[in-house]
């Protein structure tokens, strides 16, 4: 069974720092992975998507990784900014079968001014 | 373009009562997935559907419904509403089935048992 896990579960960080998110997966057997941002009440943006058979995707300021053996993505957003303030959450598809996400519980970022 | 629309906003309903949200889908797009976040369970799959079936459901009980129209237009029924029904609903659509677009997210329905 897929299990995604998010550390850590908040971060507070300055303004202008540059900084990383994680998400690991237990079963690396995926089709592709997606990073999403999720205000306070509303529903979710997606920020980027990693096919299984990428290592990386750049948009702006944000750059998401994967690595399948190992298990793990990585969210790195450079020059932080308050607008940045936000929950972000991975999602993993298990295969072009299903549609179903599985969802890690999310980091919550602050960053202050 | 238009995104993911989901009505209503909010809802409150008594328990017991039966409810209907509504999604309607990106132009163009044919699948329909729901999902329901909670504080304590986050985000969790409902069910999927594409063409008009259903696809792939999670681990819900009977209550939990849906259905998908012609027009790719989705609504989920949640009949004999329990006070841990209480969520925030959430619609996602994809421009196919087996395809590698990722999904788009709707604002969500804030269904409140009281």
């Known amino acids: 069974k897929q299990e995604v896990t998010q550390i850590p579960a908040a971060l507070s960080v300055p303004e202008g720092e540059n900084l990383v998110l994680n998400c690991s997966f237990t079963?690396?057997?995926?089709?592709?992975l997606q990073w999403f941002r999720q205000d306070p009440g509303k529903g979710l943006t997606s920020l980027l998507l990693?096919?299984?058979?990428?290592r990386e995707q750049t948009s702006g300021r944000l750059n998401a990784s994967l690595d399948k053996s190992s298990g793990r993505s990585t969210l790195y957003i450079a020059a932080s900014q308050p607008g940045d303030s936000a929950t972000y959450l991975c999602?993993?598809?298990?295969?072009?079968?299903?549609?179903?996400?599985?969802f890690g519980q999310g980091t919550t970022l602050q960053v202050k001014p | 373009k238009a995104g993911v629309t989901q009505t209503p906003r909010y809802l409150i309903k008594t328990r017991g009562q039966q409810v209907t949200l509504s999604c309607s889908p990106i132009?163009?797009?044919?699948?329909v997935s729901w999902y329901q976040q909670t504080p304590g369970q986050g985000l969790q799959f409902l069910f999927e559907?594409?063409?008009?079936?259903?696809?792939n459901k999670g681990n819900f009980p009977g209550r939990f419904s849906g259905r998908q129209f012609s027009n790719s237009r989705s609504e989920m029924n949640v009949s004999t509403l329990e006070l841990g029904d209480s969520a925030l609903y959430l619609c996602?659509?994809?421009?196919?089935?087996?395809?590698?677009?990722?999904?788009?997210f709707g604002s969500g329905t804030r269904l409140t048992v009281v």
């Open positions: 996602a659509s994809s421009l196919g089935y087996r395809d590698d677009y990722g999904y788009t």
């Open positions: 079963d690396s057997a995926i089709y592709n």
């Open positions: 990693i096919q299984s058979s990428q």
């Open positions: 999602a993993v598809r298990g295969s072009s079968n299903t549609g179903k996400l599985i």
């Open positions: 132009s163009g797009h044919r699948s």
């Open positions: 559907y594409f063409s008009e079936t259903q696809r």
